[in-house]
């Protein structure tokens, strides 16, 4: 069964088809070391003084200035146009692929990062994160972290799904390898985004 998956503070099935081929949901995990939601931070994009990077959110996405330290948000809602400016200019180039999902009427751009951002009715609806991507949350979430330091950092609610062991947390909700302590998130997601069932 196909679904769309709508993350608020808790995860709504609604209805849908796969995501692009690197952004699966069975993506493995990077080869990051492991450790506290707070030892990373979120990934530069580019080196200089005016270099900028993203992180991730419940409602969207941010994108900071490493200068001054200063941050733009991107919530859900911004007209696409605008969303994929502001991402194209803070990862240092435009998307690497972009298509629609007819059956979930939506449209997608992915980045070579990894970054997706889903798109319904012209705005920004959700985004996940694929094979290999180094974004995290401004506390350090992302792709590698374990459940251990993932529960340290935060409460989270735990759930076996068709899809394997599904988290929910602010906004935000992930797979994780298995229901071990040292398992790692291998996919995370938030807002409106197409997931294979």
């Not at 994108?63 to 200019?89: E, I, K, N, Q, W």
């Not at 959700?126 to 340290?152: F, I, P």
């Amino acid at each position: 069964m196909r679904t769309l998956i709508a993350t608020a503070a808790l995860l709504v099935v609604i209805a849908c088809v796969p995501e692009p081929p690197e952004d699966t949901p069975e993506a493995e995990a990077p080869s990051v070391e492991a450790g506290s939601a707070s030892d990373s931070h979120p990934t530069p994009m580019e080196e200089g003084p005016d270099s900028t990077f993203v992180a991730l959110e419940g409602g969207g996405l941010r994108v900071f200035l490493a200068s001054t330290g200063s941050a733009r948000p991107l919530p859900f809602g911004t007209s696409s146009a605008d969303a994929t400016r502001l991402l194209s200019a803070a990862l240092g180039g435009a998307p690497v692929e972009q298509g629609v999902v007819a059956d979930c009427a939506a449209e997608y751009a992915r980045w070579e990062d990894g970054l997706t951002v889903w798109f319904a009715d012209g705005r920004f609806a959700g985004w996940s994160l694929g094979r290999g991507s180094a974004l995290t949350t401004a506390d350090g979430l992302g792709l590698g972290t374990t459940r251990s330091a993932l529960e340290a950092a935060r409460e989270i609610t735990v759930m076996r799904s068709s899809l394997g062991e599904e988290f929910t947390t602010g906004g935000l909700a992930g797979l994780l390898e298995s229901d071990a302590a040292d398992a790692r998130i291998q996919h995370l997601w938030s807002g409106h985004t197409c997931i294979a069932r």
